[in-house]
């Protein structure tokens, strides 16, 4: 199986740009996920993002998560749980307006370095976007004013911890989905793994990398792309050693934003495929979405067409 894309984005100001931009458009066109090497963002800050997270959890989260297994009764499973995740987590708005002043427990130093993070994330997220409109064949910014709706993207981050779990067989992370949103940029544990992708029929490692990002498309860049570019399932396996931090960027759609394949991209494809995906409201996506989470996407996109039909 061909080795998971891991993207060097150094290389785009230099001689190697046609061969790097190659490299991500086969990895949105046949993988739905890459990772990014020199993307911008110093290490030594995403060393901080680090130690603040794990020392967040240990301090505020650890004994809440243990105390909800037991509650549970998920200690000694003896049947697969199916409706549930083996995570602990809570979730950062950015756009339209911060929340983050109100999330409970932060210290200053966390809560400033999370802004900090939000800011950096989202440079690099419309970054990426135009990179994906010159593969595309967009102009420059369509897809962000795509995203824009009447006050601009959401974006928020979802802070995740998954602790060792005593019946890995038993219990998944993150149960397999796809994301319903536009581009997400993964920071990962550096050490303990746990992602995978589903390609090919086959569930693939996505392999944890210090100072990387792990990026993956949404629902809303397969339909802006017309297929092009797809959304992929993905899931979390629970570890019986080590704890994995995971903190997940959405770059999403403002949530009145109208949602339809670029009309450059649909004079361009065959006549069975134009009238694939659907126009919509990005949040009545979302409430669709919130009920059928963990589903194939295919009916999702049925059920818009037929909402839009109706």
Same mark, same amino acid.
């Given at each position: 199986?061909?080795?998971?894309?891991?993207?060097?984005?150094?290389?785009? *100001?230099?001689?190697?740009?046609?061969?790097?931009?190659?490299?991500?458009?086969?990895?949105?066109? *046949?993988?739905?996920?890459?990772?990014?090497?020199?993307?911008?963002?110093?290490?030594?800050?995403?060393?901080?993002?680090?130690?603040?997270?794990?020392?967040?959890?240990?301090?505020?989260?650890?004994?809440?998560?243990?105390?909800?297994?037991? $509650?549970?009764?998920?200690?000694?499973?003896?049947?697969?749980?199916?409706?549930?995740?083996?995570?602990?987590?809570?979730?950062?708005?950015?756009?339209?307006?911060?929340?983050?002043?109100?999330?409970?427990?932060?210290?200053?130093?966390?809560? *400033?370095?999370?802004?900090?993070?939000?800011?950096?994330?989202? #440079?690099?997220?419309?970054?990426?976007?135009?990179?994906?409109?010159?593969?595309?064949?967009?102009?420059?910014?369509?897809?962000?004013?795509?995203?824009?709706? $009447?006050?601009?993207?959401?974006?928020?981050?979802?802070?995740? #911890?998954?602790?060792?779990?005593?019946?890995?067989?038993?219990?998944?992370?993150?149960?397999?989905?796809?994301?319903?949103?536009?581009?997400?940029?993964?920071?990962?544990?550096?050490?303990?793994?746990?992602?995978?992708?589903?390609?090919?029929?086959?569930?693939?490692?996505?392999?944890?990398?210090?100072? $990387?990002?792990?990026? #993956?498309?949404?629902?809303?860049?397969?339909?802006?792309?017309?297929?092009?570019?797809?959304?992929?399932?993905?899931?979390?396996?629970?570890?019986?050693?080590?704890?994995?931090?995971?903190?997940?960027?959405?770059? *999403?759609?403002? $949530?009145?934003?109208?949602?339809?394949?670029?009309?450059?991209?649909?004079?361009?494809?065959?006549?069975?495929?134009?009238?694939?995906?659907?126009?919509?409201?990005?949040?009545?996506?979302?409430?669709?979405?919130?009920?059928?989470?963990?589903?194939?996407?295919?009916?999702?996109?049925?059920?818009?067409?037929?909402?839009?039909?109706?």
């Amino acid at each position: 199986m061909a080795t998971f894309p891991v993207i060097n984005l150094e290389k785009l *100001n230099g001689a190697e740009r046609s061969i790097t931009m190659d490299q991500i458009n086969d990895a949105c066109e *046949n993988w739905g996920f890459f990772q990014v090497l020199n993307h911008g963002i110093p290490p030594d800050f995403l060393d901080t993002v680090e130690r603040l997270t794990k020392e967040h959890y240990k301090k505020c989260m650890e004994q809440r998560f243990k105390e909800l297994v037991a $509650s549970k009764a998920l200690e000694g499973l003896q049947a697969e749980v199916t409706d549930m995740d083996w995570e602990s987590t809570f979730y950062i708005r950015h756009l339209p307006q911060s929340n983050v002043a109100e999330i409970p427990d932060l210290t200053d130093e966390y809560r *400033n370095v999370m802004k900090e993070f939000a800011v950096k994330l989202e #440079n690099l997220a419309e970054e990426l976007l135009d990179l994906f409109c010159e593969n595309l064949g967009l102009e420059k910014g369509y897809l962000k004013k795509a995203f824009n709706g $009447s006050k601009g993207p959401t974006f928020g981050t979802k802070v995740s #911890n998954y602790p060792p779990c005593p019946t890995p067989d038993k219990i998944k992370g993150l149960r397999a989905h796809t994301d319903a949103g536009g581009i997400i940029l993964l920071f990962q544990d550096p050490i303990v793994g746990g992602l995978q992708i589903l390609k090919n029929g086959e569930w693939v490692d996505v392999p944890p990398m210090r100072h $990387s990002f792990v990026i #993956n498309l949404g629902d809303q860049l397969e339909v802006i792309s017309n297929g092009r570019y797809r959304s992929v399932e993905h899931r979390v396996m629970t570890q019986t050693q080590g704890s994995r931090m995971s903190i997940a960027s959405f770059y *999403n759609p403002g $949530s009145d934003a109208i949602i339809y394949p670029a009309p450059a991209l649909v004079e361009n494809d065959a006549e069975e495929k134009k009238e694939w995906y659907p126009k919509f409201v990005f949040e009545d996506y979302m409430k669709l979405y919130a009920g059928m989470k963990f589903q194939a996407k295919e009916p999702r996109f049925e059920a818009m067409k037929a909402t839009a039909t109706a």
